[in-house]
T-cell receptor, first 111, second 115 residues
């Protein structure tokens, strides 16, 4: 079993839709939860990160962590064509020395 | 553009060549990382440097040799690579001191092709 599971998609939505991206994990020691966005031929860009459980909001993006279910989500409101990218979740047990990526979900927002 | 700068952006090398990848950051980060990413796959950790000392080597073959000459620079020396080593090589850096612990920030990578 992989440490982190993520549906690879692709996920195709119309512009303006609410997008929900999810990851599940098996290691209860994970404390830090990150979401990265990666455009084609670019490096991953850190979108949001949270420590332990709870919600965090930044503009159109909301990250949720449910440690009891070992489940994290990223919501994108009012999605735009510029949001089309691959979204990677990542998790770390402590101090970011080593962290574990999901396989990435490819998102396509159609104009 | 990111605050982690990687050079060159593209590199083509033969299996007998020796080349180096360079990474630079001026954010005062004391952790630096090398990752390898194949197409349509997530990044795979290769090495972690913490305060200029190698702290993690993920059993990477010796044809990859990392070096951290100072807190702003990270190099990856390449020698006798194989075609299957062709990939995007990503450098990342992160704060290491509480309360500023933060996730790594990535550069845009060097796209390496081994012929």
């Amino acid at each position: 079993q992989k440490e982190v599971e993520q549906d690879p998609g692709p996920l195709s939505v119309p512009e303006g839709a609410i997008v929900s991206l999810n990851c599940t994990y098996s290691n209860s020691a994970f404390q830090y939860f990150m979401w990265y966005r990666q455009y084609s031929r670019k490096g991953p860009e850190l979108l949001m990160y949270t420590y332990s459980s709870g919600n965090k909001e930044d503009g159109r993006f909301t990250a949720q962590v449910d440690k009891s279910s070992k489940y994290i989500s990223l919501f994108i409101r009012d999605s735009q064509p510029s949001d089309s990218a691959t979204y990677l979740c990542a998790m770390s047990p402590y101090n970011f020395n080593k962290f574990y990526f999901g396989s990435g979900t490819k998102l396509n927002v159609k104009p | 553009d990111t605050e982690v700068t990687q050079t060159p952006k593209h590199l083509v090398m033969g299996m007998t060549n020796k080349k180096s990848l360079k990474c630079e950051q001026h954010m005062g980060h004391r952790a630096m990382y090398w990752y390898k990413q194949k197409a349509k796959k997530p990044p795979e950790l290769m090495f972690v440097y913490s305060y200029e000392k190698l702290s993690i080597n993920e059993s990477v073959p010796s044809r990859f040799s990392p070096e951290c000459p100072n807190s702003s620079l990270l190099n990856l020396h390449l020698h006798a690579l194989q075609p299957e080593d062709s990939a995007l090589y990503l450098c990342a850096s992160a704060h290491k001191t509480r309360p500023d612990n933060s996730p790594p920030h990535f550069g845009n990578g060097t796209r390496l092709t081994v012929t």
